[in-house]
């Protein structure tokens, strides 16, 4: 048989997504893949059930619908505080990660190097290596996850054409500081490199934290690609809409990596969708409001099983350390990933093992997410109460 290209063999399927697949094998609940389990807003249903009979279902502008554009440009324009220009600074993608393949496209060539945090979600590594680039990872050190920012100079000066920040971090829940990423920025700047973010959680971020737009600081549109969608927002991780937002020239790229890559974005559900924009900020408020309920819980419920874990700024992922129980004889020299599969088949929930976000050799962590019902939790938090007796 001819030989398979060399890339494809530098990095595994979605580890994420294989653990739903293990958990809906033994019917474990489900905290591995990060999707709610509850219906998109109302209006947004309504204009999807209207859509059906009314249409468009025929291609939309390969970049995005005119008027899903407009609406998009609106909102994200308002949140950093200049207006975007839908016509020359976006492109409607098929989901973030589409956009951030685009977007990786557009400004790497074979060769190039590109910064990534570790840990970090499990495509940018991949996409780096899909574009011909070679991914140089800096560490973000549990449990604060803080960075060291000599390591991000000494990657422009090494070369890295662009550092991706994932702001609310997942899988760590980090929320990067105005501060840091004002000094990432300006080196990004300093070093004429491109400053890469996925935003995807910018509305699920905890009290005092803040999410701060890196396009929208002084002077650094031009050196920054937005990469966004309205999965985790509006609860449509299905519809697989996203956008990418940046300045003139990248988009153009953008746009002509995207036409090739998938033509377009469903026309009908960029109709629907576009009453996302039309939603109260009061719809903000009251999904922050939610996202923290069910964090406080979950937290609250992970002490009472006894599991140690960070407390995470954003996002609705949250990192447990099981050290303790990877001393017991039961478990001794397993990792973390046959952990995770022992939690799905004799506790009933599923995690992912740490080891598939981070570059260093940490075998200590999994990761839950907390975007179920009231119901669900409990029942989780229930069932991983088990696991205390283990290290009584």
């Known amino acids: 048989m001819p030989k398979l290209s060399d890339r494809v063999g530098t990095f595994t399927d979605s580890v ?3 653990m739903t697949r293990i958990c809906n094998k033994y019917g474990a609940i ?5 999707f709610p389990d509850w219906e998109p807003p109302k209006e947004m249903l309504d204009s999807l059930a209207k859509t059906a009979y009314t249409g468009p279902h025929q291609y939309a502008i390969t970049f995005g619908a005119k008027n899903f554009r407009d609406a998009v440009c609106a909102k994200q324009g308002k949140a950093i505080g200049r207006e975007i220009d839908p016509e020359k600074e976006i492109v409607i993608t098929c989901g973030s990660t589409e956009s951030m393949m685009c977007a990786m496209m557009t400004i790497c060539n074979p060769g190039d190097k590109v910064m990534v945090f570790s840990p970090f979600y499990e495509n940018y590594g991949a996409d780096a290596i899909l574009s011909g680039a070679s991914p140089i990872y800096i560490p973000l050190v549990p449990p604060t996850y803080d960075y060291d920012i000599k390591l991000i100079e000494q990657g422009f000066k090494d070369g890295a054409k662009a550092i991706v920040i994932c702001n609310p971090s997942n899988p760590c829940g980090k929320v990067f500081k105005k501060e840091e990423l004002l000094e990432i920025c300006n080196l990004a700047v300093k070093y004429d490199a491109y400053v890469v973010t996925d935003e995807v959680y910018e ?5 005092p934290y803040k999410h701060v737009y890196a396009s929208g600081l002084p002077g650094m549109f031009d050196h920054v690609i937005t990469c966004n969608s309205l999965s985790k927002t509006y609860s449509i991780t299905g519809w697989r809409l996203g956008y990418l937002i940046g300045p003139e020239d990248v988009v153009d790229g953008a746009r002509k990596v995207h036409d090739f890559l998938t033509v377009g974005a469903a026309a009908p559900l960029q109709e629907a969708a576009t009453q996302a924009f039309l939603l109260p900020d009061e719809y903000y408020d009251e999904l922050k409001e939610k996202y923290t309920h069910k964090r406080n819980r979950f937290l609250e419920g992970l002490d009472e099983a006894g599991l140690k874990h960070n407390v995470p700024q954003g996002s609705y992922f949250v990192m447990v350390d099981i050290s303790n129980f990877l001393e017991l004889e039961q478990f001794k020299g397993w990792s973390d990933l046959e952990f995770c599969e022992w939690v799905i088949k004799n506790i009933g929930v599923a995690a992912v093992p740490g080891s598939s976000f981070f570059r260093e050799p940490i ?10 019902s009231d119901e669900v939790l409990e029942e989780a938090i229930r069932r991983l109460k088990k696991m205390a007796q283990l290290v009584k």
């Open 16 to 18: 994420i997504r294989r």
């Open 203 to 207: 509305h699920i971020v905890f009290d």
């Open 30 to 34: 489900n905290l591995s893949q990060g």
């Open 363 to 372: 075998n200590n962590l999994i990761r839950f997410h907390f975007a179920r």
